[in-house]
């Protein structure tokens, strides 16, 4: 079945560790997106790519990092330059035509910091 | 900046009967897209039904309606029949066309009664 996936489920972080939350979809889409998710707000923007070896930030990326070396990829790096990492993190792709705007979202990735 | 606006914070419905959540948005575009997402407690983003601005008919899936105003910048959810499975946290969300960020409504969490 096509979709996105992400892993884990679940992950802990210490203090001062780097940690890489995966996305992959196999939906064959061009543009892939990183959500943050806060309790009692809604998705807030932390990087996006268009093509395969280009992303740009969203509204929040500082403490993060993202790469794009495959098309089905968006990985995301949560550095320990973000103080506040705990929270819901949620992939999401969609086709890079005109006119494709809906963004299809994988079932996310709880981060909580030890 | 754009906005979105999801002034009810909770709701709940009556098995079987009809709940209008509520979304007011504030732009400047022409050319824009409305969605409402799904998230139930496994906290998948689904996507229950997408408008795009040009269009005047208001989108319908199955039990799931919008009444979109476009000069009052106003983009409601009606589920009619409502049902146990649509108890959820329900988001509203707005892209201008040709942009890639998409900006989300802070949620209205739905309660359905049995």
């Known amino acids: 079945d096509g979709g996105i996936t992400q892993s884990p489920k679940y992950l802990f972080r210490k203090e001062g560790q780097n940690v890489t939350l995966s996305c992959e979809q196999n939906?064959?889409?061009?543009?892939m997106y990183w959500y943050r998710q806060d309790p009692g707000q809604g998705l807030r923007l932390i990087y996006y790519?268009?093509?395969?070896?280009?992303?740009q930030k969203g509204d929040i990326a500082e403490g993060y990092s993202v790469s794009r070396e495959k098309k089905e990829s968006f990985p995301l790096t949560v550095t320990s330059a973000q103080k506040n990492p705990t929270a819901f993190y949620l992939c999401?792709?969609?086709?890079?035509?005109?006119?494709?705007?809906?963004?299809?979202f994988g079932p996310g990735t709880r981060l909580l910091v030890l | 900046a754009q906005t979105v606006t999801q002034s009810q914070p909770e709701m709940s419905v009556q098995e079987a009967e009809t709940v209008t959540l509520s979304c007011t948005y504030d732009?400047?575009?022409?050319?824009?897209?409305l969605f409402w997402y799904k998230q139930p407690p496994s906290r998948q983003m689904i996507l229950v039904i997408r408008?795009?601005?040009?269009?005047?008919q208001n989108a319908t899936e199955n039990r799931f309606s919008v009444n979109f105003q476009k000069a009052a910048k106003s983009f409601s959810l009606k589920i009619s029949d409502s049902q146990l499975g649509d108890a959820a946290m329900y988001f509203c969300?707005?892209?201008?066309?040709?942009?890639?960020?998409?900006?989300f409504g802070t949620g209205t969490k739905l309660q359905v009664i049995p």
């Open positions: 999401a792709s969609k086709k890079g035509a005109a006119g494709q705007e809906t963004q299809y």
């Open positions: 969300a707005y892209k201008p066309g040709g942009y890639q960020k998409v900006t």
């Open positions: 939906l064959n889409h061009d543009a």
């Open positions: 790519s268009q093509i395969v070896n280009d992303f």
């Open positions: 408008q795009e601005a040009y269009k005047q």
């Open positions: 732009t400047s575009e022409s050319d824009y897209y």
